[in-house]
């Protein structure tokens, strides 16, 4: 089969069924929604916080976004495990590597439009509520701001995927991936001695990107927090690609 056609029958997996199909959507309301709640009621009594960031709390519901979107990841590679389908694709396309990289790239482009529309809706209704309290777009650290948060979504998509792809099961998948992205940052980070290791978690190190004022404990500037991210992302989709490549399905 050619790459077109590879990518077209993975669209057309995943617009085949309706939990995956709006995911997406749903990560992107509750990204724009959950911020705009947020900025909307409390965010003038917070602007008087010493580390008050206006675009960081903007982005506050990306906490619970972000579980919808590994949910999304976890559902486009382990339904074909799940149902046994798995076996009808690679023989239909042998190539092992064209089948998973067409599949992650299918995903994440999705993740792609969906973060962006997020990213971008929930910067201009957050600082727009803030009123005199928020920040425009083109001051210091907006833009990388923005652009970080569309990212986290296609990022956060491509390691779960390649995650679920490692361990070959949507229960074991989940039953990984959220209380490790969702339960062990915050935990850490209240930890005295284990403090320093939550910063280079996916979660913790994306999430930092969208700062526009750096915090005095973090150990790097936020533009390296959405690098962190990339390499966890690159690291699970290999890991993801030795999976494949040398086990049966």
């Known amino acids: 089969m ?5 990518l077209y029958s993975e669209w057309t997996k995943i617009r085949s069924v309706r939990s995956v199909l709006w995911a997406l959507p ?8 959950i911020g705009a709640g947020v900025t909307g009621s409390v965010g003038a009594a917070e602007s008087d916080a010493k580390n008050f960031d206006p ?10 976004a972000h579980v919808v979107v ?3 990841a976890v559902l486009v590679v382990g339904n074909e495990y799940n149902t046994g389908t798995i076996r009808t694709s690679l023989a239909t396309v042998p190539r092992r590597g064209l089948f998973y990289s ?11 439009v969906a973060g962006v529309v997020a990213s971008f809706g929930t910067f201009f209704a957050s600082q727009n509520l803030l009123g005199e309290h928020g920040v425009a777009f083109g001051d ?16 956060l998509a491509v390691m779960c995927m390649g995650i679920t792809a490692m361990l070959r099961s949507q229960m074991l998948s989940m039953g990984f991936l959220v209380p490790v992205l969702f339960l062990v940052s915050p935990v850490l ?7 320093a290791l939550a910063w280079y978690l996916p979660d913790r190190a994306g999430q930092y990107a969208l700062r526009i004022n750096m ?3 973090a150990p790097y500037n936020p533009e390296v927090g959405l690098v962190i991210l990339a390499v966890w992302a690159i690291a699970a989709a290999v890991g993801g690609w030795l999976v494949l490549r040398k086990r049966d399905a």
């Open 189 to 195: 980070a209240e930890i005295p001695g284990l403090r």
């Open 26 to 33: 749903l990560a992107a309301a509750l990204l724009i929604g």
């Open 55 to 64: 675009v960081q709390l903007g982005y506050y519901g990306l906490f619970f």
């Open 215 to 217: 915090d005095p404990a």
């Open 2 to 6: 050619s790459v077109n056609a590879v």
């Open 102 to 112: 067409a599949k992650l790239t299918t995903a994440a482009a999705l993740a792609l």
């Open 140 to 155: 210091d650290g907006t833009v990388r701001a923005v652009i970080a948060g569309a990212l986290y979504f296609p990022l």
């Open 70 to 72: 590994i949910a999304f």
